[in-house]
């Protein structure tokens, strides 16, 4: 691993980055800021509407970032492949989820890099920074890529870059944070550095394709396991009457050896549920397997049994209102991707409870095919609800009004520590309440 001296290249002027979503409109905006000229590409009409009237569906990214970016003239949005002959660079930061059978998915990749292939033109770098399974850039990326009759090494430069961005961190912006990179030859290496290191404060070079890929899996397993541990130690706490927030605070005064993970409603996201998963899939492919990996999957669809169950055993009322505060899987975002909102709504579902929600930033959710609508947050609604179920910790949570008005409070995040009020207060993990 080499970290290397900042290089200019005035080779690369624009750039391309494909998929505007969480990853890919903050990627481009940056790049922006930088003094490269931007072409986002993004089949989703409605994203590339959204951006040509200076309307952001991110909420990490405002309306002045996009203004300022498109009134500019160094910004532009197109839904055309076409768009990649004008660009020396392309970003790849498109999905990569599981399927049905939790096996990767790359059909998102796949079908950009077959659109790719006639737009192509000599001297281009591609980047892929779509968080994926060891070998993909370098046995399933350039396969397709050098259908183009473009030789990658001499004619085309691929690399790969694990994304890092933390939807909802107000607290480092995406150039601080450590950049991770390869390319499938050392001239790829080189072309990869050479662009971010004009964009991000620390470029760190790695050996190869395979382990910058395998860096990211292994990222968001450490934090898998161990967010599913101590889901796990919450119940134990609950069990011996201990209260957990406390206990991890008391260790967390330990100056080396411990790193603090704080119990929540499961684990959601595009990421952390997904890219273990990725890993485990590897490790049965290599002929090994991960116990670690499949203990934590089990432990994190556990928590969401356990929060149904509390919610039953508390609620006395025949069908129960259960009015649940947030959608989205982490604070301050509007992403609700695998949120532990579905699995639980589904469960109360079939348990007789009259389920509603809010959520200031997911005006709307589907569970089973179901519309629901977010409902306002008003002292009446808190009122007529049996339990008011916390599961999203959003800075502009009304807490102190909630548990004013509300009869009982099920905080599965702790955000109710050292407040009172109305309500009777249940704490996941918290022990005698």
Partial sequence: MTEKIKQHNAHFKKVGVIGLGYVGLPLALLFVQKGFDVIGI????????????????????????????????????????????????????????LTTFHEPDLSFLVDVGNSLVPHLKKGQLVILESSTYPGTTRKELLPILEKSKLQVGTDLFLAYSPERID???????????????????????????????????????????????????????????????????????????????????????????????????????????????????????????????????????????????????ISSEKNPRILIYGAAYKKDINDARESSIFPIIQRLDNSHFHVS?????????????????????????LQLADCILILTDHSQIPIQKIIDHAKLVYDTRNITEGLTGNAKVIRLGGGSQ
């Fill in 357 to 381: 929600y809010h959520d200031p930033f997911i005006p709307e959710i589907t569970v089973n095919g179901k519309k629901m609508q977010s409902i306002p947050l008003t002292e009446e609604q």
């Fill in 167 to 313: 939807p909802g961190n107000k607290l480092m912006t995406v150039e601080e944070i450590p950049k991770v990179i390869s390319g499938v030859t050392n001239q790829c290496s080189e072309q990869i550095f050479q662009l971010y290191s004009q964009v991000y404060n620390q470029v760190v070079t790695v050996s190869s394709t395979e382990v910058a890929e395998i860096t990211k899996l292994l990222e968001n397993t450490f934090r898998y396991i161990n967010i599913s541990f101590i889901n796990e130690f919450a119940i134990l706490c609950d069990n011996l009457n201990l209260n957990v927030w406390e206990i991890i605070q008391a260790a967390n005064t330990k100056p080396y050896g411990f790193t603090s993970f704080f119990p929540g409603p499961g684990i959601g996201g595009h990421c952390i549920p997904v890219d273990p998963l990725y890993l485990l899939w590897v490790a049965k492919q290599s002929g090994t397997n991960s116990q670690f990996i499949e203990i934590s999957n089990k432990l994190n669809h556990d928590i969401i049994q356990y929060i149904a169950d509390q919610i039953e055993t």
């Fill in 42 to 97: 993004d089949v989703n009409q409605s994203k590339v509407e959204s951006l040509k009237q200076n309307v952001s569906y991110i909420p990490d990214v405002s309306i002045d970032q996009i203004k300022g970016a498109t009134s500019s003239g160094k910004f532009t949005v197109s839904s055309n492949y076409q768009s990649a002959e004008m660009v020396d660079v392309i970003i790849i930061c498109v999905p990569t989820p």
